[in-house]
């Protein structure tokens, strides 16, 4: 996929480059930080990839795809004040270096930024995708803090939680690109399904890494999620498998009275014990051949052997 978009991608650089310029010097300097520090630009890519699977010949995805990745630089800044992170990519987080603060109010500077470029744009329907991606990433947010140390957190709960604050940005950034190809609804759903199924398992998968990878692969602690009791799938699956005295465990865990590092040993080992993580990575791998699945009436090419590799990037990253 990078292979495929790198020219596209150069043009939407120069615009996230441009556009989070201030006259403010601490704004270019902290989104900087995050924006130039190792992401990989999956979002952005996936909507130059969809606009190349469509044969879109124009430029109005190059300042949209920047949307899209300052809707996402955006809701990182705000995450790490809210989980208190210390590592994002591998990096200390922008909140450590420049406080709370400064970071949130870079974030909603960059938010500000997206719907400039929106508006530039002139669509009212790519505005209304954004802004509703926008508006439930802000919910699903929310929705995971109110069930942060509920161990009682359902399957179904857990789901609709990360198909909001993860798979949402997914979805639209691949549904953007029928509409500025000018494709109708049915090509509009089927990205805005193969987007959200995408990004179903690309957040399954990070939650199963959370307990079994390290912090250089995944540049972020191992075990944040554990540690700031987020009730994540492979939790759901061990608790419900667990006897008495492992369910016990797990309230405590999650209500912060056991997180030492022998605590987060215990539960990876229960988690191995219960299969929890291979079941998480097993169901990853269903919403990801659903993704595939979507491509299916889009004819063959660079453009959907690309976007298909992408779901199995994501995927592969727990092996």
Same mark, same amino acid.
């Given at each position: 996929?990078?292979?495929?978009?790198?020219?596209?991608?150069?043009?939407?650089?120069?615009?996230?480059?441009?556009?989070?310029?201030?006259?403010?010097?601490?704004?270019?300097? =902290?989104?900087?930080? $995050?924006?130039?520090?190792?992401?990989?630009?999956?979002?952005?890519?996936?909507? $130059?990839?969809?606009?190349?699977?469509?044969?879109?010949?124009?430029?109005?995805? @190059?300042?949209?795809?920047?949307?899209?990745? !300052?809707?996402?630089?955006?809701?990182?800044?705000?995450?790490? %004040?809210?989980?208190?992170?210390?590592?994002?990519?591998?990096?200390? /987080?922008?909140?450590?270096?420049?406080?709370?603060?400064? *970071? %949130?109010?870079?974030?909603?500077?960059? !938010?500000?930024?997206?719907?400039?470029?929106?508006?530039?744009?002139?669509?009212?329907?790519?505005?209304?995708?954004?802004?509703?991606? *926008?508006?439930?990433?802000?919910?699903?947010?929310?929705?995971?803090? /109110?069930?942060?140390?509920?161990?009682?957190? /359902?399957?179904?709960?857990?789901?609709?939680?990360? *198909?909001?604050?993860?798979?949402?940005? !997914?979805? +639209?950034?691949?549904?953007?690109?029928?509409?500025?190809?000018?494709? &109708?609804?049915?090509?509009?759903? +089927?990205?805005?399904?193969?987007?959200?199924?995408?990004?179903?398992?690309?957040? $399954?998968? &990070? &939650?199963?890494?959370?307990?079994? *990878?390290?912090?250089?692969?995944?540049?972020?602690?191992?075990?944040?999620?554990?540690?700031?009791?987020? %009730?994540? =799938?492979?939790?759901?699956?061990?608790?419900?498998?667990?006897?008495?005295?492992?369910?016990?465990?797990?309230?405590?865990?999650?209500?912060?009275?056991? #997180?030492?590092?022998? &605590? =987060?040993?215990? +539960?990876?080992?229960? $988690?191995?014990? @219960?299969?929890?993580?291979?079941?998480?990575? +097993?169901?990853?791998? #269903?919403?990801?051949?659903?993704?595939?699945?979507?491509?299916?009436?889009?004819?063959?090419?660079?453009?959907?052997?690309?976007?298909?590799?992408? %779901?199995?990037?994501?995927?592969?990253?727990?092996?």
């Amino acid at each position: 996929m990078i292979q495929l978009v790198a020219a596209d991608l150069h043009h939407v650089n120069s615009v996230i480059l441009d556009r989070m310029q201030s006259d403010v010097s601490l704004i270019p300097e =902290l989104a900087g930080h $995050l924006i130039a520090g190792g992401g990989k630009r999956m979002r952005p890519m996936l909507t $130059l990839a969809c606009a190349r699977l469509l044969d879109y010949g124009g430029a109005r995805h @190059h300042k949209l795809a920047a949307a899209v990745e !300052f809707i996402h630089t955006a809701t990182l800044l705000h995450d790490d %004040v809210v989980d208190g992170s210390g590592l994002r990519r591998g990096r200390r /987080t922008a909140n450590i270096i420049w406080g709370n603060p400064a *970071s %949130v109010l870079v974030g909603d500077f960059l !938010f500000s930024r997206s719907f400039e470029l929106m508006v530039e744009d002139g669509s009212l329907k790519v505005l209304r995708i954004l802004s509703r991606a *926008s508006n439930v990433i802000a919910e699903g947010e929310v929705n995971q803090l /109110t069930a942060q140390r509920r161990v009682e957190t /359902t399957e179904d709960h857990y789901l609709d939680i990360i *198909s909001a604050k993860t798979a949402a940005l !997914f979805a +639209a950034a691949c549904r953007i690109a029928a509409v500025v190809a000018e494709r &109708d609804d049915a090509v509009e759903q +089927a990205l805005d399904s193969y987007g959200r199924n995408l990004g179903i398992a690309f957040q $399954l998968i &990070d &939650d199963a890494i959370d307990y079994v *990878s390290d912090a250089e692969t995944m540049g972020k602690g191992v075990g944040d999620d554990f540690r700031d009791g987020k %009730v994540t =799938l492979p939790v759901i699956l061990a608790y419900a498998r667990g006897d008495e005295a492992e369910r016990l465990f797990w309230r405590q865990a999650m209500e912060g009275s056991r #997180t030492s590092d022998e &605590d =987060l040993a215990e +539960a990876t080992s229960l $988690l191995r014990r @219960h299969r929890a993580i291979d079941d998480s990575i +097993a169901r990853a791998r #269903t919403y990801g051949q659903r993704a595939i699945d979507v491509l299916g009436p889009f004819p063959n090419g660079s453009a959907k052997a690309a976007l298909v590799e992408a %779901v199995e990037f994501a995927i592969s990253r727990a092996y």
